[in-house]
């Protein structure tokens, strides 16, 4: 099982490139973030967040929603947003910043066009907070945190209460 990498690890910054085909060695890492995923516990993982740059998420839509029960995590492989509508401000945190949340608009609802573990092309309707969790794992393969969307000061208040909280 990978390791979930902490901030301010470099990896996190950098935008990654598109997985030119589904491997097993792409099925592999996918598995392998699932089960770093739901043993941190989380509702999705980006490839940066253990170290790989490549443009694939997992997310757990029966841990973000109630209506989504029964469905297991799924991986999407070169994810594209696609559409959005509306604004949901809500609590949000990140695996790579343990610890720390914060209020932050994402969208109500959206679309993501993917590729699936099968090579196929795919799309997601997700909304509320799994809306909220497939924006966030996007944004971590442009190399994006989720307190980069925040003011300034804001932003840099977070960074220090994770500092401290680590002991930096």
């Not at 993982?45 to 029966?62: D, E, K, T």
């Not at 190399?143 to 930096?168: A, C, E, H, M, S």
Request: glycine share 8%; charged share 25%; proline share 8%.
């Amino acid at each position: 099982m990978p390791t979930i990498l902490k901030w301010p690890d470099p990896a996190l910054f950098k935008k990654s490139a598109p997985v030119t085909k589904v491997t097993d060695e792409i099925r592999s890492l996918a598995e392998g973030m699932t089960s770093a995923m739901l043993s941190a516990p989380g509702l999705g993982l980006a490839a940066p967040q253990v170290g790989v740059l490549l443009r694939l998420i997992v997310v757990y839509p029966a841990g973000a929603e109630f209506e989504y029960a029964g469905i297991g995590p799924i991986t999407l492989v070169n994810p594209v947003i696609t559409e959005t509508l509306g604004e949901d401000i809500g609590d949000e945190g990140c695996l790579s910043v343990p610890g720390v949340n914060c209020e932050l608009t994402r969208p109500a609802w959206l679309k993501v066009k993917y590729i699936s573990l099968d090579g196929e092309p795919k799309e997601l309707q997700a909304k509320d907070r799994l809306a909220r969790c497939v924006a966030h794992e996007v944004d971590h393969l442009d190399g994006v945190i989720f307190w980069d969307r925040l003011p300034r000061l804001k932003r840099d208040w977070l960074k220090l209460k994770f500092k401290r909280k680590n002991g930096w």
